[in-house]
């Protein structure tokens, strides 16, 4: 079993920087495909970005076109950690952003994954 824990949230203001992170523990999942999920209330739970690692220094990565140019997801292997790096953070970026594990054909569909962190909530004002 896994266990996924999420960190650094915050309240931040538009146009700032997050960083969360977040850290498996239980086993290694250096093959499992890691992305984070983000919910905001009232709203279904929208992909925001995935990586896979290929061996080595090899990463892949995909995100969402709301995201893409200001976030970006990055793990250490070593220490079984995903990252989210967010900046000129925006109103509309907030939410209770989650990680999740899954196996290798895991693309941008909730279902696709099989572990899920309790979230840690981002909040950007205006």
């Known amino acids: 079993q896994v266990q996924l824990i999420e960190s650094g949230g915050g309240l931040v203001q538009a146009g700032g920087s997050l960083r969360l992170s977040c850290v498996a523990s239980?086993?290694?999942?250096?093959?499992?495909?890691a992305a984070w999920f983000r919910q905001a209330p009232g709203k279904e739970r929208e992909f925001v970005a995935r990586?896979?690692?290929?061996?080595?220094?090899?990463?892949?990565?995909d995100y969402a076109d709301s995201v893409k140019g200001r976030f970006a997801i990055s793990r250490d292997i070593a220490k079984n950690t995903v990252y989210l790096q967010m900046n000129s953070l925006k109103p509309e970026d907030t939410a209770l952003y989650y990680c999740?594990?899954?196996?290798?054909?895991?693309?941008?569909?909730?279902?696709?994954?099989?572990?899920w962190g309790q979230g840690t909530q981002v909040t950007v004002s205006s």
């Open positions: 239980g086993r290694a999942f250096s093959a499992y495909v």
């Open positions: 999740a594990a899954g196996s290798a054909s895991a693309g941008s569909a909730s279902s696709g994954y099989d572990y």
């Open positions: 990586i896979r690692w290929g061996g080595g220094s090899v990463y892949y990565v």
